[in-house]
T-cell receptor, first 110, second 113 residues
Framework: GQQVMQIPQYQHVQEGEDFTTYCNSSTTLSNIQWYKQRPGGHPVFLIQLVKSGEVKKQKRLTFQFGEAKKNSSLHITATQTTDVGTYFCARTTGRRALTFGSGTRLQVQP | DGGITQSPKYLFRKEGQNVTLSCEQNLNHDAMYWYRQDPGQGLRLIYYSQIVNDFQKGDIAEGYSVSREKKESFPLTVTSAQKNPTAFYLC????????????FGAGTRLSVL
């Protein structure tokens, strides 16, 4: 019910290629957060999306929230080796905790 | 520096032993959380606390216990009832003033001897 499905599980790209990860929910989301976890590190907040159809950009990263607020995506243009890590989407619940997706692990070949 | 401090970084547990993981924050956040992460997996919520002296079970609370006697501290005890404790444990905190964005500590890696 409150889970978020994230695809793909893993992606290996050549440096300079684009990358996209998708987050899907069967129920309407009040908001969606995105986090990045570097190998061996801890999750770090990237962005929160709240409005239907919202698009936010951070340099080479573009985040979208679906019109129906049931899906979201993170797109990285021209990947760099510094983009390596696992990207998680997370939905907030009524208890202020987060339910995380299983993550997409990105590997970038120099 | 403001932040969340978890200790120890690595911890080893013997059979039948209880171990306690420390989590301290100086961000003045009201809410604190414990998550468990298994290799290649997402984070699963163990316990959370929104105010001092109050806490709620998350999705995988069995075999764990917590206390929240001070706003700054939220220790997690992994009891002997937790049969598969090997994992990466992450503590986080948040405040409604910051839209409930969660700030994480560096984590504790727990292994069984």
């Amino acid at each position: 019910g409150q889970q978020v499905m994230q695809i793909p599980q893993y992606q290996h790209v050549q440096e300079g290629e684009d990358f996209t990860t998708y987050c899907n929910s069967s129920t309407t989301l009040s908001n969606i957060q995105w986090y990045k976890q570097r190998p061996g590190g801890h999750p770090v907040f990237l962005i929160q999306l709240v409005k239907s159809g919202e698009v936010k950009k951070q340099k080479r990263l573009t985040f979208q929230f679906g019109e129906a607020k049931k899906n979201s995506s993170l797109h990285i243009t021209a990947t760099q080796t510094t983009d390596v890590g696992t990207y998680f989407c997370a939905r907030t619940t009524g208890r202020r905790a987060l339910t995380f997706g299983s993550g997409t692990r990105l590997q970038v070949q120099p | 520096d403001g932040g969340i401090t978890q200790s120890p970084k690595y911890l080893f547990r013997k059979e039948g032993q209880n171990v306690t993981l420390s989590c301290e924050q100086n961000l003045n956040h009201d809410a604190m959380y414990w998550y468990r992460q298994d290799p290649g997996q997402g984070l699963r919520l163990i316990y959370y606390s929104q105010i001092v002296n109050d806490f709620q079970k998350g999705d995988i609370a069995e075999g764990y216990s917590v206390s929240r006697e001070k706003k700054e501290s939220f220790p997690l005890t992994v009891t002997s009832a937790q049969k598969n404790p090997t994992a990466f444990y992450l503590c986080a905190s948040s405040t409604e003033l910051a839209k409930n964005i969660q700030y994480f500590g560096a984590g504790t890696r727990l292994s069984v001897l």
